[in-house]
């Protein structure tokens, strides 16, 4: 695809998230997309075929970022408490930021019948998330930097916390000190 393409895809990506995130994922319609992104239906439907094809990128380009993100600080040896302070500075933020989570559209995708258990994104951005995390923890315990834990509980114990905040955010008024005490909490340092 050529760098205009690319940019327009990108484009649609940016906009459809700000409607999941807005709406949840079963009320966006590709009429609400090509809307907000000023593109025609037929622009639109060049680049996706529809909103659930838009949705997976979307979800798909998250844990991908984050590993991606992650893996090469590791390599250029970080320090593995940077790297921890980082994804959890960013987890309490995006914790207390329900307009900009597509939590609920994450859960109202999934949980319909008519999308494929076998090919459950969910279930495969977990496992990307989780060797990440597994990555860094066992990084930090390499280096000294972490006590000996173990990697998948830790990353459990993380992961559940962060998303049933965002899922209860869009619920109920979340105190913003909430974030702070589960990321102080959950700090390998006192494991």
């Given at each position: ?45 060049r680049h996706y075929e529809s909103t659930e094809q838009i949705f997976l990128e979307i979800v798909n380009a ?34 207390i930021n329900y307009q900009n989570s597509i939590s609920l559209a994450v859960y109202e995708f999934y949980s ?80």
């Amino acid at each position: 695809m050529s760098f205009k393409g690319d940019k327009t895809k990108q484009d649609i990506r940016e906009k459809a998230y700000q409607l999941f995130a807005e709406k949840g994922f079963k009320d966006v319609t590709m009429k609400d997309i090509c809307e907000l992104t000023g593109l025609s239906r037929g622009g639109l439907y060049r680049h996706y075929e529809s909103t659930e094809q838009i949705f997976l990128e979307i979800v798909n380009a998250f844990s991908n970022k984050q590993k991606s993100e992650v893996f090469s600080k590791i390599e250029q040896h970080i320090p593995a408490t940077a790297i921890l302070e980082e994804l959890l500075s960013k987890y309490a933020c995006e914790m207390i930021n329900y307009q900009n989570s597509i939590s609920l559209a994450v859960y109202e995708f999934y949980s319909n019948p008519a999308v494929s258990k076998e090919n459950n994104s969910v279930k495969k951005q977990y496992e990307i998330s989780k060797s990440t995390w597994i990555e860094l923890i066992n990084y930090g315990i390499g280096t000294k930097e972490f006590n000996s834990v173990n990697p998948e509980s830790i990353f459990n114990v993380i992961i559940f916390a962060y998303q049933g905040v965002r899922m209860y955010s869009r619920l109920m008024k979340m105190d913003k000190d909430i974030p702070t005490q589960i990321i102080n909490e959950h700090h390998f340092t006192t494991f």
